[in-house]
């Protein structure tokens, strides 16, 4: 009888989008055109317009755009990255893999994300990159967080990888840093049938830097001439039709996002489980909606019996994963706070009022049930 609320539902979306991708595709394996060619630049170009920049390089993943970034700028051995430990564990990856040093920042209390001040924290001489993580589809004070980076002569770039569309002021995800970084994971706010990804940056000569690394360091133009080590991490031709068929939507489905969220909001500001922050500058796109519980294992654990599905982004901050902890310098006390207490709750586009007050009904007995200690 009682229906479960699902996490995320990405078989709506998909039907809003069937027909045309069938068709894209239908046309594809007419015409054998798997790799490149005019799928692929369209799309580029749509979604650099999107992004409000002049470049987009459509790439394997989110993580290799965050990896192509990084070499393209020549950042390596002896450079360090500065990075928010609140985050997926790709951002850092992405610097190991480059074999730069990750340095991990703290984040704000209220928004989970990097402030001025954390960034500022973060910094030394060696610093020559920041990567700002617009986490769960949420942007921090872009406006401070530039100046913090100007003033150490360090580059800013943008993961943008939970972020498609989101804005500070106005003015659009990826449109601040050197180069904004995309994920098109499945379940990503605008996500293709398989991996996918993208780089957006106003920068000709890193984006025709990119457009090389990502084909083996090719040379324009020729098939022959490499002058690069580069790597194959192309976007194929078959997502970039459902990456364009869906582009069309996401506006559409970023506002019922944001929707949800206020319903949440509403419904969730009294307490204990109230929402991680949007500052009031941005416009966030609700990758994800996210609250803080206490004794999550137990308030989990109830909302999952009572039908209702949640995720948690993420439990273990990058600097306590055993790969990363020969790079903590010191205790990061906001993101392992948030870390133990952090729910993320049902979040997708199509996502009814019902759907919305049933979490908020479960998350309010769940945290009953917790204040007098009963399960
Ligand atoms: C998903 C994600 C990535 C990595 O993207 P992939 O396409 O999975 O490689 C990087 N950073 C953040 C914040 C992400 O959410």
């Not at 995800?173 to 293709?192: D, I």
């Not at 192309?234 to 869906?246: E, G, M, S, Y």
Request: with cysteine.
């Amino acid at each position: 009888m009682k229906q479960v609320v699902p996490f995320t539902d990405l078989r709506a979306m998909t039907d809003e989008v069937r027909a045309s991708i069938e068709q894209g595709w239908d046309q594809l394996l007419d015409t054998s055109g798997f790799i490149g060619g005019q799928v692929v630049q369209d799309f580029e170009r749509s979604w650099a317009d999107y992004c409000g920049v002049a470049h987009a390089v459509g790439v394997a993943n989110g993580t290799d755009a965050l990896q192509l970034v990084l070499s393209g700028l020549g950042i390596g051995p002896g450079d360090e990255v500065v990075v928010p430990t609140n985050t997926f564990v790709a951002t850092a990856e992405a610097v190991v893999l480059v074999g730069a040093r990750p340095r991990f920042a703290d984040v704000s209390p209220h928004t989970l994300l990097l402030t001025p001040a954390t960034l500022e924290a973060a910094i030394t001489r060696r610093t020559r990159a920041v990567i700002v993580v617009h986490l769960y589809g949420q942007m921090p004070d872009m406006d401070a967080l530039c100046r913090v980076a100007n003033r150490a002569g360090a580059v800013l770039i943008e993961d943008a990888a939970q972020a498609h569309g989101a804005a500070w002021q106005g003015r659009p995800a990826g449109s601040f840093g050197r180069a904004g970084c995309f994920s098109f994971y499945p379940s990503k706010n605008l996500g293709a049938f398989g991996d996918a990804g993208a780089v957006v940056t106003q920068d000709a000569d890193l984006a025709e830097n990119i457009r090389s690394l990502r084909d083996h360091g090719r040379v324009r133009g020729s098939h022959y001439q490499h002058d690069m080590v580069g790597t194959n991490s192309r976007l194929d031709a078959l997502q970039a039709v459902v990456l364009t068929a869906k582009l069309g939507h996401l506006a559409e489905w970023a506002e019922a996002r944001r929707s949800v969220a206020q319903r949440y909001r509403a419904a969730l500001a009294s307490g204990p489980g109230r929402m991680v922050e949007e500052l009031p500058g941005g416009r966030g796109v609700y990758h994800l909606a996210v609250v803080r519980v206490p004794d999550r294992p137990r308030v989990q654990h109830r909302l999952t019996s009572m039908g209702v599905q949640t995720g948690i982004h993420y439990p273990i901050p990058c600097h306590r994963l055993a790969p990363y902890r020969r790079f903590v310098d010191g205790p990061l006390p906001h993101a392992e706070a948030a870390a133990g207490e952090i729910l993320s709750l049902p979040m997708f586009p199509h996502m009814s009022d019902d759907q919305v007050d049933r979490v908020c009904e479960a998350l309010h007995a769940a945290l009953a049930t917790e204040a007098v200690g009963i399960a």
